[in-house]
């Protein structure tokens, strides 16, 4: 990450995360990252299906079945929802959309990543739109190392 840049891929967002910080791992199969890196968050990952496994529970780390159209969550609850390379899979876009901002607390951060493709980009970008009430930020292309 460059001096005075926002994080903009994965591993830069769960680096930055104070201590103790509750995250949101939606959709996340075995794991959208080594949880172990960061053993101090407080960590709930959901999926419809754990094709290879779910990740490894611990004290800090909850693992549930769920469908993101309708999660079983408190709003507000999530300082960091990551929803990685899963919207590309949703049928209910707007509803999964809703879901993800509706558990996020106000002033946390909703982390989307969807693997490149102009007609998914088109979609998102239309419902960012309709999402961002207050503020959508666009990073420009930047590899990560």
Same mark, same amino acid.
């Given at each position: 990450?460059?001096?005075?840049?926002?994080?903009?891929?994965?591993?830069?967002?769960?680096?930055?995360?104070?201590?103790?910080?509750?995250?949101?791992?939606?959709?996340?199969?075995?794991?959208?990252?080594?949880?172990?890196?960061?053993?101090?968050?407080?960590?709930?990952?959901?999926?419809?299906?754990? %094709?290879? @496994?779910?990740?490894?529970?611990?004290? /800090?780390? !909850? =693992?549930?079945?769920?469908?993101?159209?309708?999660?079983? *969550?408190?709003?507000?609850?999530?300082?960091?929802?990551?929803?990685?390379?899963?919207?590309?899979?949703?049928?209910?876009?707007?509803?999964?959309?809703?879901?993800?901002?509706?558990?996020?607390?106000?002033?946390?951060?909703?982390?989307?990543?969807? %693997?490149? @493709?102009?007609?998914?980009?088109?979609? /998102?970008? !239309? =419902?960012?739109?309709?999402?961002?009430?207050?503020?959508? *930020?666009?990073?420009?292309?930047?590899?990560?190392?």
């Amino acid at each position: 990450m460059r001096p005075g840049e926002p994080p903009v891929f994965l591993r830069e967002v769960i680096a930055a995360l104070p201590q103790g910080a509750r995250v949101l791992d939606a959709g996340c199969g075995p794991g959208s990252w080594p949880y172990s890196e960061r053993p101090d968050l407080d960590i709930t990952g959901f999926d419809i299906e754990f %094709p290879p @496994g779910p990740p490894k529970r611990t004290p /800090l780390v !909850r =693992v549930f079945r769920a469908d993101l159209a309708h999660l079983p *969550v408190r709003r507000e609850r999530f300082d960091l929802t990551v929803c990685h390379y899963v919207l590309e899979h949703v049928t209910e876009l707007h509803a999964c959309c809703d879901e993800l901002v509706r558990v996020t607390k106000p002033g946390g951060t909703l982390y989307l990543s969807v %693997p490149r @493709g102009a007609a998914l980009e088109y979609r /998102l970008c !239309r =419902v960012a739109g309709y999402l961002a009430n207050d503020r959508l *930020v666009e990073f420009t292309k930047r590899r990560e190392n």
